[in-house]
Nanobody, 120 residues
Framework: QVQLVESGGGLVQPGGSLRLSCAAS????????MHWYRQAPGKERELVAG???????SYTDSVKGRFTISRDITKNTVYLEMNSLKSEDTALYYC??????????????WGQGTLVTVSS
């Protein structure tokens, strides 16, 4: 069974920083692209950032210059460094990955989410 586990969420003041982590575990052969999504109360889930196995990154416009996505392939882990946080960044943050295992081709796997609250 492959799973993604996020951590690092919490309460932070506007202008502050947080670092989210998402670790994949299980019988993993290869992880293709990894993404961070978020869902704010009353809103649809949105794509925040993504990183390919080759290290190419992409960001939604609202976080460019403030958030940085990175990954440690040896640890099957993706990170999201969030700086200059704003109240509108408050959301449940989810990790998503396309993972190939010993028993299946690439399939989509989601984590359970970690809550980020930006408030004074």
């Amino acid at each position: 069974q492959v799973q993604l586990v996020e951590s690092g969420g919490g309460l932070v003041q506007p202008g502050g920083s947080l670092r989210l982590s998402c670790a994949a575990s299980g019988s993993i052969l290869h992880i293709n692209v990894m993404h961070w999504y978020r869902q704010a109360p009353g809103k649809e889930r949105e794509l925040v950032a993504g990183i390919t196995s080759g290290g190419t990154t992409s960001y939604t416009d609202s976080v460019k210059g403030r958030f940085t996505i990175s990954r440690d392939i040896t640890k099957n882990t993706v990170y999201l460094e969030m700086n200059s946080l704003k109240s509108e960044d408050t959301a449940l943050y989810y990790c998503r990955a396309l993972i190939r295992t010993v028993t299946s081709e690439y399939r989509e796997v989601w984590g359970q989410g970690t809550l980020v609250t930006v408030s004074s």
